[in-house]
């Protein structure tokens, strides 16, 4: 055990040796400092260089070009002098020899966030974070869509993806995984087969999960599409376990020029993707962009699409304190290609589209979007698709209160149904049994003020292009 409580030649839990960069500041009296760094090098590991928090208690103000004989690297943000360590030295860990108050926990998770996105662990006094997993998997160029966690409009934006891609010439296949997904990687040819209402119904009756992403995006995007599964997900968006990596394989095989592949929840493809859309809900609270992981799932992304502009989800000011942090965020430099670009930015709102006309039904909503959106939803529905609503529910999510209030089914002739949650093993087969006409419902992301969310994702495509064919 070194003199410090540690042993340092666990650093990374390997008995091995480890090329490491330090974290150090200037509240440690730098003979502390020196004598931490010598303890990891008399246990094996090779100090690379020190890079240099912030704090000047205990140094001078000149600053430290030194600690004993490791280098020590300054920048006016940290962050910079971190990443430029990470890409000239390529080390295997970052070793956090700081402490409050000059990594406080925002500015902390923002060092684990600059190494995790240049693929190096990080570990301090009592953690350690690992890099998700994201090898090269895909054999066509890729398109991830992240969100920062469920509900947030994921599997919307990434069927939107889809059709915009077909729409544009391309052929595009999406890999979808989700804590419903089959137990082995599942094509569904979107393109060829027309689900109906009774074949999901069938599914769940043969105890599958009939709204599951994959079905969801098949259906409403009428591409190819491969089911995954995945259990488990981490801080920083890795997966447990997961079968993406053999629905990834099958996807290559596909005919198609174009993955994407659509993250679960908060959780991220296990595989590494070209480009990165990060979906992002004007609700979210800020800290899950400024805190926590949120400064690298920011640093994974190319662009951002904001969602659910509009009340009750997101207020002006709330949505204007998400733009403000969104063309803030640091982008940090690039290994291969200099600075990055800023984030691309796109506004939205989901409008509420059946898959096909039913004007002049009467129609009873089954959605997940909260009680306070109603009154929007029955008013675009009346207005753009010429429907009356009779009836609606919003507990697609909550199976025992959506049965209760699916008894009020007798007054419409349609239910018009999200794919989610329930949706098919309750709501679709309730109606059905009751003589009604089931059609789905998409929601389509719009933009607002000027917003193309259509452009950004041509725009990512073709990034996406070029960054593959590099």
């Known amino acids: 055990m070194s003199p410090f409580g540690r042993r340092p030649n666990s650093l990374c839990g390997k008995e091995i040796s480890i090329r490491c960069v330090a974290v150090v500041d200037g509240e440690h009296y730098p003979p502390v400092v020196e004598g931490a760094l010598e303890a990891y090098r008399a246990a094996g590991h090779e100090i690379l260089a020190a890079v240099m ?179 488990g997900g981490g801080l920083a968006g890795g997966v447990e376990i997961t079968n993406v990596p053999e629905g990834v394989a099958l996807a290559n095989e596909l005919e198609g020029d174009f993955i994407i592949l659509e993250g679960s929840g908060a959780s991220i493809p296990p595989a590494r993707a070209d480009v990165t859309g990060l979906v992002v809900p004007a609700s979210v609270p800020l800290e899950y962009l400024i805190g926590y992981m949120g400064p690298y799932k920011l640093l994974l992304a190319d662009f951002v699409v904001v969602t659910m502009c509009e009340s009750p989800f997101g207020s002006p000011s709330q949505i204007s304190s998400i733009s403000a942090v969104l063309d803030k965020a640091w982008r940090g430099p690039d290994p291969g290609d200099g600075a990055r670009e800023a984030l691309k930015v796109v506004r939205t709102v989901f409008r509420p589209t059946p898959v096909r006309d039913i004007e002049g039904a009467d129609v009873f909503v089954a959605t997940t979007a909260p009680e306070a959106a109603g009154e929007a939803l029955i008013k675009h529905l009346a207005n753009e698709h010429r429907v009356t609503v009779v009836g609606i529910s919003h507990s697609l999510s909550d199976r025992k209160r959506l049965q209760t209030e699916l008894e009020d089914l007798g007054r419409a002739d349609v239910l018009l149904c999200e794919i989610k949650a329930a949706a098919i093993d309750v709501a679709t087969k309730r109606a059905l049994d009751a003589g009604l006409e089931v059609v789905f419902m998409d929601n389509v992301p719009v933009g607002i003020d000027g917003d193309d969310p259509a452009h950004v994702i041509e725009w990512g495509t073709q990034l996406a292009t070029a960054r593959f064919g590099a």
């Open 53 to 231: 928090a912030g704090g000047t208690e205990k140094i001078g103000i000149e600053g430290l070009a030194t600690i004993g004989r490791t280098e020590v690297r300054t920048s006016s943000d940290p962050r910079t002098a971190l990443a430029q360590a990470i890409i000239e030295l390529k080390p295997e860990a970052i070793l956090d020899l700081s402490d409050e108050p000059v990594l406080d926990y925002r500015r902390r998770h923002e060092m684990v966030a600059v190494a995790l996105w240049y693929g190096v662990a990080y570990e301090g006094a009592d953690f350690r974070f690992t890099p998700p997993r994201r090898p090269e998997l895909a054999a066509k160029p890729s398109m991830a869509i992240i969100g920062t966690g469920k509900r947030t409009g994921k599997t919307a934006v990434a069927g939107f993806a889809a059709r915009t891609l077909s729409a544009a010439g391309r052929r595009p296949i999406v890999v979808a995984m989700g804590r419903g997904g089959p137990a082995e990687p599942e094509i569904l040819r979107g393109d060829r087969i027309e689900l109906t209402p009774e074949d999901l119904v069938e599914l769940a009756e043969a105890g599958r999960h009939a709204a599951s992403d994959y079905i969801e995006d098949a259906l409403l995007a009428r591409v190819p599409t491969v089911g995954c599964r995945r259990c």
